[in-house]
């Protein structure tokens, strides 16, 4: 925090100012603040030209875990996690993403207590969708009856993924001889008292069920929304599918490469200040990417792989600006810049590749390093 007050305030102000008063200071800055300035860069977002599949907006949803820092004020809030061997508290909190795959922005974001599920914070984001024809693309975790009936009943399309285990009606689509078929969701007893509980209509849905065998044997079963097979084909839904990995990047942009859980705070009010300022952040290195993408396009026409900037060096070029940005300083030349210097770093986009997924540390309370999903 020295460093960056003494790189920072000589272009801003004569003053001197210390770590300590401006620690005291940030915390009289409501954490609205910074979802305001979110919102000012999503409705930009929303008004302007985007990739699509289809004609559609493709949003993924899925959630993670914030390791926070240790305090008083974090235990009062959020609570304690875990207590390991010697004792010591572990504080985490939950995050959601609602995230456009394509365009890597995030839609909607939400930081909440460990009590509260991916489910619920799903739910809380769906009032704002409905308006460019998105397609919901969630994992097992969200494959229940309950979940889905909320989906259409916001005119959303949708694609999840089904555990095998989860449902009698997942068991009994994977008994079925037939790969790509519609059918009728008859739920359960304990589905229909689900959907009451969240006022939602307990009636039969009709849902689209396709078959994906995977190389390592297992079936991939999705249930979705999508029941125009001519239009949507089962090869269709299976690259569909394999789309919503974009919103791990996202996650992964979050914490190894922004490091957002290395908090510089100690209070709730300052995680949920960080947390917004780093999503304000992620979806200015969308916007600009945007404006970059072509430059690149022209720029590589001639090579063997579609090229894409790098993500990284982006937010650093971004970070060095954004003191100007925030000024109006000179903006279009700052822009012009930018744009430049993300065209410049680039990494190739090497289609089907695939890597052993890590789970040595998914049922520890503890992770490996603080950046493990």
């Known amino acids: 925090m020295e460093y960056n007050l003494h790189a920072l305030l000589p272009g801003l102000t004569t003053r001197v100012v210390t770590g300590s008063a401006f620690t005291q200071a940030r915390y009289k800055i409501r954490p609205a603040f910074f979802k305001d300035l979110g919102q000012w860069v999503s409705d930009t977002y929303r008004t302007s030209e985007k990739k699509v599949w289809k004609g559609h907006v493709l949003l993924a949803g899925d959630g993670s875990t914030l390791n ?106 994977l008994k079925d001889k037939r790969t790509d078929f519609i059918t009728v969701w008859d739920p359960s007893p304990r589905e229909q008292e689900s959907c009451r509980k969240h006022g939602l209509d307990p009636g039969p849905m009709r849902v689209r069920v396709v078959k994906i065998p995977l190389k390592t044997g ?35 942009n ?34 600009i990417g945007l404006a970059a993408d072509d430059v690149i396009k022209e720029k590589t026409a001639h090579r ?25 300083e000179e903006i279009g030349d700052v822009l012009d ?17 695939q890597f052993v997924r890590d789970t040595r540390y998914l049922n520890k309370k503890g992770r490996i390093t603080p950046f493990h999903k």
């Open 68 to 173: 926070l820092p240790s305090s008083k004020d974090i235990k009062e809030y959020f609570g304690i996690h875990s207590t390991n061997d010697k004792g010591i508290n572990r504080y985490l909190g939950r995050v959601f993403f609602l995230y456009d795959v394509l365009n890597d922005f995030v839609v909607e974001s939400r930081l909440a207590k460990m009590e509260c599920g991916e489910k619920v914070l799903l739910r809380d984001c769906l009032p704002s969708l409905g308006r460019d024809r998105e397609i919901i693309i969630l994992d097992r975790a969200f494959g229940n009856f309950c979940t889905l009936k909320e989906l259409p009943g916001g005119h959303l399309s949708f694609c999840v993924r089904l555990g095998l285990n989860n449902s009698n009606f997942a068991k009994r689509a």
């Open 218 to 252: 297992e079936i991939e079963l999705l249930v979705t929304s999508l029941c125009d097979q001519a239009t949507y084909t089962t090869e269709d839904l299976d690259e569909l599918y394999q789309l919503r990995w974009g919103v791990e990047e996202g996650f992964k």
């Open 254 to 287: 979050l914490k190894p490469k922004m490091k957002l859980e290395h908090f510089g705070c100690k209070k709730t009010r300052g995680v949920f200040q960080e947390f917004y300022a780093h999503i304000f952040y992620i979806n200015m290195v969308s916007l």
């Open 304 to 328: 063997k792989w579609q090229y894409k900037y790098n993500w990284k060096n982006a937010y650093r070029f971004l970070r060095a600006k954004m003191i100007n940005i925030l000024l109006l």
């Open 337 to 353: 810049e930018l744009i430049t210097s993300l065209s410049a770093c680039l990494v190739a986009v090497k289609p089907d590749r």
